[in-house]
């Protein structure tokens, strides 16, 4: 199991800035020698990313398809509950790709023909 720590492990105030591997190597929090070794055990590349506050306090909409949970309890073997991805919007697509979402980044998105403005 890998185990985030701060450099002085008795300061329970500060944000960890290391991490601990299985077989014990320690690496910066973000560095690339730590998403090389979880890439590495995934068997896939992976990005690794830092926010102050957590996702759901920096993303101002959190959003994904029915597709991509779907693909994500396959390939886990777990059954999921939708519940545990804290999203605001659940989409489900016509394509039925899953993680197409993540093709709109930064794009406009529309959620009804004639946007409606909340307050």
Do not use: C, Y
């Not at 101002?60 to 999203?87: A, C, M, Q, W, Y």
């Amino acid at each position: 199991m890998f185990k985030p720590f701060n450099i002085n492990e008795n300061d329970q105030n500060l944000i960890p800035v290391q991490v601990r591997t299985p077989e014990g190597n320690v690496f910066e929090l973000q560095s690339s020698e730590l998403s090389e070794d979880i890439s590495r055990r995934h068997g896939s590349e992976v990005q690794l990313m830092h926010f102050d506050k957590g996702i759901f306090d920096e993303a101002s909409v959190s959003l994904i398809s029915n597709d991509t949970i779907i693909k994500i309890e396959k390939e886990s073997g777990l059954p999921l509950d939708i519940r545990r991805f804290r999203h605001n919007i659940l989409i489900e697509t016509k394509s039925g790709n899953s993680f197409e979402e993540d093709k709109w980044v930064g794009k406009t998105f529309t959620l009804v023909k004639n946007p409606i403005r909340l307050q």
